[in-house]
């Protein structure tokens, strides 16, 4: 399986991982099976939070990887927001993940959807969680930090430059190219990029006539190859993370993660060409910047508007709707809520510099993805 290095940590990462934030809906055993299968198959890096899937993901994936060499294997989790309150708050999160892990020590830590004035507060906080982890890597119970994000870019940015972390976790796919100055930065510093959502939430895996005409007749299985080739043109990207949840996916990957090259120019611009045919239409709804973020009630602003954007103008409708039903209640990334949560407050309006009525637009985009 093909592999690149994590930045100046010097790991080296399949350019495939293993996301635990799908592990639903299915007993134990099927779960730890099928993270056993697929560490068998050779994917490496295994990403989970203690907060996924009801808080069971980390069990699941403790139990799988039991019996595989440690030293095969990467294992990162994270801290919610919510535990950014004082170093044994933390200390007591890293016990229990490591715990039901399995694990002696966690090779990445990250701190989960970091937003930049959340950094300067708990890095400067005595007895914070930043001091709090910082003991627990001088006892080698981790070994590398990162953090996820859903920040601006400059944020994301000023966050890279802060010179706390070795890894960031960020979102990049084929229709959301926002990030792309992170990255570029990320390798610039030599700091690993993990990106999250490489198929858009499993959408640029689901049916549409758009991404048919464009990818041809195998369309999903075919679109789903061209999003991973995508993403991996990009040089500053270590691994993109798939939420695997049956046989089938942990086969499939292996086989992309084995063979897919990146897009040649040649592809990368028949790729551009296609889809600048529908950036303006795309982007006359929301260009995805951020500045609105972030909601005071959890709206996910802009992530409610990609989705609405996929289903209006990618076709990407039953996916699209299927991502949006996780809203109201976990995201499996994060947790945003749906636009049924907006209060109309308009606090948002005035922030953005598309001059959206955001409020009456998420009440649209609601009816689509309903
Ligand atoms: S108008 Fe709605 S989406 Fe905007 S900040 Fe207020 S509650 Fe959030
Ligand atoms: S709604 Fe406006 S501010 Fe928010 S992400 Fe979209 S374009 Fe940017």
Known sequence: MQKRTCGRTGLDFTVIGFGGMRLHGKDEKYWADLVREAAEAGFNYFETSHRYCSSTSETKIGEGLNGIPRDSI??????????FLTADTVR?????????????YLDFYQLWSLPLKDYHEIAAKKGGTLEGIRKAMDEGLIRHLGFTSHDKPENQIALLRTGEFEAVTLQYNL?????????????RLGIGVIVMGP?????????SKVLSDLFGDAATDAAAEVAFRFVLSNPNVTCAISGMTKSLDVEQNRKIAETAKPLTPAEMKVVEKELAKFKTAAESLCT????????????????????????????????SRAEYAKFAREWPYDSFKDATFCTQCGACVAKCPQKIDIPSELEKAHKLLV
């Open 74 to 83: 990467y294992i990162s989790t994270k801290s919610s927001a919510d535990d």
């Open 92 to 104: 007591t999160t890293i016990d229990e993940s490591l715990r039901k892990l399995q694990v002696d």
């Open 175 to 187: 229709l959301n190219r926002v990030n792309e100055p992170v990255i570029e930065e990320a390798g």
């Open 199 to 207: 198929l858009y939430g499993g959408i640029l895996g689901t049916e």
């Open 288 to 319: 995805g910047c951020r500045y609105c973020m972030p909601c005071p009630q959890g709206v996910g602003i802009f992530a409610v508007f990609a989705l609405a954007n996929a289903a209006r103008v990618y076709g990407l409708v039953d996916g």
